[in-house]
C-alpha cells in the first residue's frame, strides 16, 4: 500500500513498535508488585467473600480481541478499503498494548489488594501475625484488561455521529455506544464479584478510555470532521487538513467587510493620484 505517508516505509517500523509494548507488558505480569502494608484496623476492607468471576477470562478475552476484529473486517468487507482497515488494526492494537502496559505499571507502584484479599491469601481463614499471603500466587495477581473505547471512536467515526453528515439519527448514536455498554458492563461486574475496588474500576475505565481515543486520534481525524469516516493517510494526499489556513484559504474565506475596506483603500489610492495629476498640471 503506498500513500502520501508511505506505510510501505513505516510499517515494520509500527509493528516492532507493538512488540516492543507487547514484551514490557509480559515482564511486567511477572514482576513482583509493591506489599502494601495493611493495619488491623482497615483488614475489613478486604474480607469480602471470594467468588468466581462474573465474566471470566475465557470470555473477557475473545470479547476484546474479537469484537475489534469483526467491526474491523464487516467495514472492510462493506468498502474493500485495505488502508482503512490497516490504520484501523495499527489503532486497536496500538491502544491494546498501551492500555496492558499502564494499566501493570499502576498496578505495580499502588500495589492495592482485591476486596477478597483476605480469602485468597488464607483460605482456611487462619490469618498470620505478619499477614503474609499464603494463598496461590496465581490466584492473588489480577488480570489486566483492556477497553473497547476504540471500537466505539471507530464507528462513531464511520457513521459521522458526531459530524453535519450523521447529526439527528439516533440508530447510529447506539450503535456506537454499544460498545461502550459492553465495556461499563464488565468493567462493573468488577465491583459486583469483589475483584475490583470501584476507585480502581473508575481509574482503569478513564485510562483505557483515555488511551483508546488518543491511539484513535493517531489514526483517524476529529469525530466532528466530515472526513471522519477516512483515515488520516487518505486525506493527506489529496485533501488540505482541517485548521490549515493557506493562502487560497484566506483569501476565499475574506469577509465583506475586509472585502469593502480594501476596495475603499483603493479609491482613496486613486484620488490621491488623481490630484498628485492635477497639481502638476497647474505647475
Not at 510501505?8 to 511477572?30: H, K, P, T
Not at 485495505?82 to 500495589?111: M, P, W, Y
Not at 484488561?145 to 459521522?160: E, I, N, P, Q, R
Not at 471522519?228 to 488540505?240: A, D, G, I, N, Q
Amino acid at each position: 500500500m503506498q500513500n502520501g505517508r508511505g506505510i510501505d516505509g513505516s510499517i515494520w517500523l509500527e509493528i516492532v513498535v507493538r512488540a516492543i509494548l507487547a514484551w514490557i507488558f509480559i515482564e511486567l505480569e511477572g514482576a513482583t508488585p509493591f506489599s502494601r502494608k495493611i493495619h488491623p484496623d482497615e483488614l475489613w476492607l478486604y474480607k469480602n467473600p471470594r467468588s468466581e468471576s462474573y465474566v471470566p477470562t475465557t470470555i473477557l478475552w475473545p470479547l476484546v480481541f474479537g469484537t475489534p476484529t469483526f467491526v474491523i473486517l464487516v467495514v472492510f468487507l462493506m468498502q474493500k478499503d485495505r488502508v482503512d482497515a490497516s490504520q484501523a488494526v495499527l489503532g486497536c492494537s496500538l491502544s491494546l498494548s498501551l492500555n496492558g502496559v499502564f494499566t501493570n505499571i499502576v498496578k505495580l507502584i499502588v500495589g492495592r489488594p482485591r476486596p477478597d484479599f483476605f480469602w485468597r491469601c488464607f483460605p482456611d481463614g487462619q490469618m498470620n501475625p505478619e499477614l503474609k499471603c499464603t494463598g496461590e500466587l496465581a490466584v492473588v495477581r489480577e488480570v489486566a484488561f483492556a477497553s473497547m473505547g476504540f471500537v466505539a471512536f471507530y464507528l462513531a467515526g464511520k457513521l459521522h455521529v458526531f459530524s453535519s453528515l450523521g447529526r439527528g439519527k439516533s440508530w447510529r448514536m447506539c450503535v456506537c455506544l454499544a460498545p461502550l455498554a459492553v465495556a461499563l458492563s464488565v468493567a462493573l461486574s468488577r465491583t459486583c464479584d469483589y475483584h475490583h475496588h470501584w476507585q480502581d474500576v473508575l481509574c482503569g475505565s478513564a485510562l483505557g478510555f483515555s488511551m483508546s481515543y488518543l491511539c484513535y486520534r493517531q489514526y483517524f481525524p476529529s469525530l466532528a470532521s466530515i472526513h471522519s469516516h477516512r483515515p488520516y493517510v487518505k486525506l493527506t494526499p489529496h485533501l488540505e487538513l482541517e485548521g490549515v489556513q493557506t493562502p487560497e484559504k484566506q483569501e476565499e474565506r475574506a469577509t465583506p467587510a475586509s472585502n469593502a475596506f480594501i476596495i475603499l483603500m483603493d479609491e482613496d489610492d486613486d484620488d490621491d493620484d488623481d490630484d498628485d495629476d492635477d497639481d502638476d498640471d497647474n505647475i
